[in-house]
């Protein structure tokens, strides 16, 4: 049996897992915006994300910076990311507040912001 795509779209809000999917990357995160002064210790920048570790107030915090910085779209490229960085990071924490981790929404680099992706409504 084979669906058009009309008929797929109508399944789609049967589905009770449907919206999880639609914004899934945010589900863990709070709902307030979250700035992080710190020094970027190791940049993991291979696929499907770049993940950098930066150490402020004592503690390694995993900062999450998706796929849209990638390709140039966003000004930032690897070179900028190196360890010995100082960097401010503007987005939402870990909801659980003994996990140091963040989904990046902004990135200051030496006075220059770079929007990595739009902040959810």
Not at 49 to 68: F, H, M, P, S, Y
Not at 73 to 83: A, F, K, Q, Y
Not at 97 to 111: S, T
């Amino acid at each position: 049996m084979q669906l058009s795509r009309r008929g797929l779209l109508a399944l789609l809000p049967a589905l009770p897992g449907a919206p999880a999917f639609a914004h899934h990357g945010w589900r863990w995160t709070e709902d307030s915006e979250f700035e992080l002064t710190g020094v970027i210790t190791e940049a993991k920048l291979g696929d499907p994300r770049g993940i950098l570790t930066v150490e402020a107030d004592g503690k390694n915090w995993e900062a999450r910076l998706g796929q849209q910085w990638r390709g140039g779209r966003t000004g930032l490229d690897e070179d900028m990311l190196s360890p010995g960085t100082e960097i401010i990071l503007r987005g939402r924490r870990d909801d659980d507040p003994g996990l140091p981790r963040i989904e990046v929404d902004r990135a200051i680099l030496e006075g220059e912001t770079y929007e990595l992706h739009p902040v959810p409504a």
